[in-house]
């Protein structure tokens, strides 16, 4: 139920058990991002260890916390050295799963495709070895380049009209956001192939910068971001949805600092401005680099990267 625009809010139980037993671990916390208006609690269960939004937008008042200036939606407007920026950070990503990709011909699909720049990268890579779509809320602002073969899907996982199995399935950024992450995950393992691949990356809510930032770190985005998994709770949520192969990684990603960084910059010293959208933002992400490198060497990082496999 929304209310001319306002957000109802209401108290939940755990999102992997369904345990109503939750010790509350952070409360009001505001939305540093966006500027929402309200106030969430983060809470943890006694039963499952599951940390997530106990007291968050009803279902009907979500699409209210998704504004246009959203930073997934806003991440095309990037240009010149951001944009370079940009275009490399997806370079990588398809770098890094090129090595999981099965040989032979293959059939992907991107859960929250965003911009599509995934999907490009991995159309200039792969070629016609790959049949590639992408799921997402708003993609008809997409626009991809004449020649593409890249199909694009209106809507969330649980509703949209998504036909055939796929070798890869791929949710970056997209598990920490869903009501429903184990409802989500049990569709998503029913879409794919025997033996078949999801592979994606969530926050790690064990980062260094979450217990620096407790109030402004990168991986809160209440009330957006629902879940805050650590790598046992990413694994319980998976083996939930019915993945039970799991490979777990730590993610190189400067951003969990400057993000961070620029979010308390905004909310303890008052910086006029959104914190993505603050000059400081791309030099802080390139000082902020070999920091995270060093991080990631002592065994800590900012996201968790996994790969769950289905029998063959
Ligand atoms: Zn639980």
Same mark, same amino acid.
């Given at each position: 139920m929304t209310n001319g625009g306002k957000i109802v809010m209401e108290d939940q139980a755990c999102l992997l058990c369904g345990s109503a037993r939750v010790a509350v671990r952070q409360n009001s916390l505001g939305d540093v991002e966006e500027g929402l208006p309200g106030e969430y609690t983060i809470g943890q269960c006694a039963e499952c260890e599951l940390v997530f939004l106990a007291r968050r937008p009803c279902g009907a008042s979500l699409p209210e916390c998704y504004g246009d200036s959203y930073h997934a939606v806003a991440a095309r407007r990037y =240009?010149? *050295?951001?944009?370079? %920026? !940009?275009? %490399?950070? !997806? !370079? *990588?990503? !398809? =770098? &890094? %799963? &090129?090595?999981? *990709?099965p040989k032979g011909s293959l059939r992907i699909l991107e859960i929250g495709c965003g911009d599509a720049k995934l999907l490009l990268a991995m159309e200039k890579a792969l070629g016609d070895r790959a049949e590639l779509l992408g799921l997402d809320y708003a993609v008809a602002a997409i626009a991809l380049p004449a020649n593409s073969k890249i199909k694009l899907i209106q809507g969330d996982i649980q509703t949209a009209p998504i036909e055939g199995k796929f070798d890869v399935i791929l949710m970056f950024d997209v598990l920490e956001h869903l009501a429903d992450p184990v409802g989500c995950l049990t569709r998503i393992r029913r879409g794919l192939k025997a033996g078949g691949l999801l592979i994606g990356q969530v926050p790690n809510w064990n980062s260094l910068w979450r217990r620096v930032f407790p109030r402004c770190w990168s991986g809160l985005q209440v009330p957006r971001h629902m879940s805050f998994f650590t790598p046992a709770t990413l694994r319980k949520t998976l083996a939930k949805g019915g993945f039970d192969n799991v490979r777990l990684k730590p993610v190189f990603d400067p951003g969990d600092l400057s993000v961070s960084l620029c979010n308390w910059l905004v909310r303890r010293r008052r910086w006029p401005g959104k914190p993505r959208g603050l000059k400081i933002y791309i030099p802080l992400t390139l000082a902020a680099a070999p920091v995270v490198a060093l991080q990631n060497m002592l065994g800590d990082s900012g996201a968790i990267f996994f790969v769950a496999k289905l029998p063959s």
């Amino acid at each position: 139920m929304t209310n001319g625009g306002k957000i109802v809010m209401e108290d939940q139980a755990c999102l992997l058990c369904g345990s109503a037993r939750v010790a509350v671990r952070q409360n009001s916390l505001g939305d540093v991002e966006e500027g929402l208006p309200g106030e969430y609690t983060i809470g943890q269960c006694a039963e499952c260890e599951l940390v997530f939004l106990a007291r968050r937008p009803c279902g009907a008042s979500l699409p209210e916390c998704y504004g246009d200036s959203y930073h997934a939606v806003a991440a095309r407007r990037y =240009r010149g *050295f951001s944009g370079v %920026l !940009y275009d %490399l950070r !997806y !370079y *990588f990503r !398809y =770098r &890094q %799963l &090129q090595a999981w *990709f099965p040989k032979g011909s293959l059939r992907i699909l991107e859960i929250g495709c965003g911009d599509a720049k995934l999907l490009l990268a991995m159309e200039k890579a792969l070629g016609d070895r790959a049949e590639l779509l992408g799921l997402d809320y708003a993609v008809a602002a997409i626009a991809l380049p004449a020649n593409s073969k890249i199909k694009l899907i209106q809507g969330d996982i649980q509703t949209a009209p998504i036909e055939g199995k796929f070798d890869v399935i791929l949710m970056f950024d997209v598990l920490e956001h869903l009501a429903d992450p184990v409802g989500c995950l049990t569709r998503i393992r029913r879409g794919l192939k025997a033996g078949g691949l999801l592979i994606g990356q969530v926050p790690n809510w064990n980062s260094l910068w979450r217990r620096v930032f407790p109030r402004c770190w990168s991986g809160l985005q209440v009330p957006r971001h629902m879940s805050f998994f650590t790598p046992a709770t990413l694994r319980k949520t998976l083996a939930k949805g019915g993945f039970d192969n799991v490979r777990l990684k730590p993610v190189f990603d400067p951003g969990d600092l400057s993000v961070s960084l620029c979010n308390w910059l905004v909310r303890r010293r008052r910086w006029p401005g959104k914190p993505r959208g603050l000059k400081i933002y791309i030099p802080l992400t390139l000082a902020a680099a070999p920091v995270v490198a060093l991080q990631n060497m002592l065994g800590d990082s900012g996201a968790i990267f996994f790969v769950a496999k289905l029998p063959s």
